[in-house]
Structure formats: structure tokens, C-alpha cells
T-cell receptor, first 115, second 113 residues
């Protein structure tokens, strides 16, 4: 079974600074997809960024980028120029090609942005 | 475009009571699922469905029941609520293929006393 691990229960960053959230996963599949979801206090789950395992290029969405290391099974999220609105719980998620649309989530990292 | 509509947003139950959490999507997604979110444990899959008439168990199915009579609706039933079922519940839907994102409902905070 696939597992996803987020080893940082809490992180904090100063406004305008950069922060990196860690995620590792375990799988025997060669084709899969990885996601970062943001959950603000409103509880809504919001997709931040996604990465296909077959793509070597790291995904980027504005201030959000990932460092995808397939051999190391690592998928970290970098947030640049942090804003107060980035404060939220962040979840890393895995979706395997052979497991249909099932998502496996990590434990989550609570990000605090200090003004 | 409503997306995924989940009701209610909050609910308090007494131990032993039953209730149904409603979930509806208007995106014609084949795949629908229910997760529970507990502190320090992320979201865990309860049940899922790949189409009308087809359901299967996820990681934590005990105490929950589902059905999928239409593509749009996927209700979650608690037959006899227990304090261990106090949690935040999310319904999600997506297509069956590729890297398409899952769309989530707004969540239900359930407290069983």
C-alpha cells in the first residue's frame, strides 16, 4: 500500500520570505500523480499544484513550486514571497495509476505566516 | 456551477443515533469518495464509488454505509453513531483518469456525544 509522510506538523515563516514543506511517499508504482492541497480555516480543500511522475520538470504555479525527486520519493513544496493568506494546513497527496482515483494523504503541515 | 455540495456543515449526534451526510456533484464525475479528517492523521478514505451502482470500501469503512443510485449523489450513512466517529467529513469527486484534481465539498463537522 502507498503511504505519504509529512514530517513537519507545524512550520512558520515570515511574510515575504520563502518556506519549504516536506513530503515523502512510498510506492511500487512507476506511474502516479502527486498533489499539494491547501486547507485554510474555512475548511475548504484547494488544489495548489500537481505533478505527474513521468515529467522530469518540476511544476510551478506562480509563487508555488515543487522539488520532485522521483528516485528519493520526495515531493516538497516551496512557497516564495509568503503572504498572510498562505497560512493554512497543507496536505500532500498521492494518486497511483493503478489505484484508480483514490487519493492517499499525508498527515498535514500547519503553516503560520508571521507579519 | 455548484461543484460538490455537501450537507450539513455541522451536526451533533447522540451515541446510537443515525444520520445521513448528503453529497451531490454536478460535474458528471464518475468517481466519488468520502474521507474523514482527524488531527495528525490527514484525510483517510472511508468509501468510494467509480460509478452508479458500484461502491467499495476504503481504509476506514467500519460504521459507515454508502450507496450510489445516481451519478450525482453519494450519501454517507452512520447507522449507530459512536464517539469515535467524531470527525470532519469530506465528500470529493473527480474523473477516473489522469492527473485531474479532486473537487471537495465544504466538509461536515460531526460531533458524537
Amino acid at each position: 500500500a502507498q503511504t505519504v509522510t509529512q514530517s513537519q506538523p507545524e512550520m512558520s515563516v515570515q511574510e515575504a520570505e520563502t518556506v519549504t514543506l516536506s513530503c515523502t511517499y512510498d510506492t511500487s508504482e512507476s506511474d502516479y500523480y502527486l498533489f499539494w492541497y491547501k486547507q485554510p480555516p474555512s475548511r475548504q480543500m484547494i488544489l495548489v499544484i500537481r505533478q505527474e511522475a513521468y515529467k522530469q520538470q518540476n511544476a510551478t504555479e506562480n509563487r508555488f513550486s515543487v522539488n520532485f525527486q522521483k528516485a528519493a520519493k520526495s515531493f516538497s513544496l516551496k512557497i516564495s514571497d509568503s503572504q498572510l493568506g498562505d497560512a493554512a494546513m497543507y496536505f500532500c497527496a498521492y494518486r497511483g495509476e493503478t489505484s484508480g482515483s483514490r487519493l492517499t494523504f499525508g498527515e498535514g503541515t500547519q503553516l503560520t505566516v508571521n507579519p | 456551477n455548484a461543484g460538490v455540495t455537501q450537507t450539513p456543515k455541522f451536526q451533533v449526534l447522540k451515541t446510537g443515533q443515525s444520520m445521513t451526510l448528503q453529497c451531490a456533484q454536478d460535474m458528471n464525475h464518475e468517481y466519488m469518495s468520502w474521507y474523514r479528517q482527524d488531527p495528525g492523521m490527514g484525510l483517510r478514505l472511508i468509501h468510494y464509488s467509480v460509478g452508479a451502482g458500484i461502491t467499495d470500501q476504503g481504509e476506514v469503512p467500519n460504521g459507515y454505509n454508502v450507496s450510489r443510485s445516481t451519478t450525482e449523489d453519494f450519501p454517507l450513512r452512520l447507522l449507530s453513531a459512536a464517539p469515535s466517529q467524531t470527525s470532519v467529513y469530506f465528500c470529493a469527486s473527480s474523473t477516473l483518469t489522469g492527473n485531474t484534481e479532486a473537487f471537495f465539498g465544504q466538509g461536515t463537522r460531526l460531533t458524537v456525544v
